[in-house]
């Protein structure tokens, strides 16, 4: 039993070196603006996923995911999506597109019980513009310098459920100061030793005190 313990755990530890040498080793950075992403598994291996991919001189694509389980299962997939992505993301530079062709391949590969939350933008560095498509995901909070915010919410359903769902676009343009927060529902869906889950309002709280400091 011993033996059979640590084989497994050796494998969970290798797997886990896999899927984190599937996220981006570099952080894309000018004078003028900057992209940071942090992954920290609830287990030794998870589902959630989030990728800076160099499209051209101009332009980055920006995805976060999270992986319908947990575990070894919820990290195949995700590894599924990360290269089914990078692909259409090559091929055409609409997000809506990008999420069409991504939700087509994880539903002829899965089953219809795996699915997952999804948003895909392309960020143009000279024009600053970000053009997105939120498959279902957590609504990514872009802040303002004035104090406002709003949400990134124009897109579709999840990927994986409806081979035929219909995927829309929309475009924010990002103004000197603002920043965008993308998340996961590890975050909003934390809870505390009094069982209170963290929340989006908390979540939006804790940026708005940000834009203060």
């Known amino acids: 039993e011993i033996i059979e313990k640590q084989r497994m755990e050796e494998e969970l530890f290798l797997a886990r070196e896999?899927?984190?040498?599937?996220l981006?080793?570099?952080h894309p950075e000018n004078e003028n603006f900057e992209l940071v992403g942090y992954n920290l598994p609830s287990r030794e291996v998870g589902g959630d996923y989030y990728d800076f991919i160099s499209l051209d001189e101009h332009r980055i694509g920006i995805?976060?995911?999270d992986i319908s389980g947990k575990g070894i299962p919820a990290a195949m997939l995700m590894s599924n999506l990360q290269a089914a992505l990078r692909i259409s993301a090559l091929q055409t530079q609409n997000t809506s597109k990008v999420i069409k062709q991504l939700n087509i391949h994880i539903t002829r590969t899965t089953s219809p019980e795996k699915f997952a939350t999804f948003f895909y933008s392309v960020f143009d560095i000279h024009n600053f513009t970000l053009e997105y498509t939120n498959a279902g995901h957590n609504f990514p909070i872009l802040w303002h310098r004035s104090g406002t915010y709003s949400s990134l919410r124009q897109g579709g359903i999840v990927i994986g459920v409806m081979k035929d769902a219909v995927y829309r676009s929309n475009r924010v343009t990002l103004k000197p100061g603002d920043f965008l927060v993308m998340y996961t529902d590890g975050v909003t869906e934390a809870v505390n030793p009094y069982d209170e889950v963290f929340g989006e309002q908390r979540l939006i709280h804790v940026l708005g005190k940000t834009t203060q400091q």
């Open 18 to 22: 896999i899927q984190q040498n599937l």
């Open 24 to 26: 981006p080793c570099d």
């Open 63 to 65: 995805a976060i995911g």
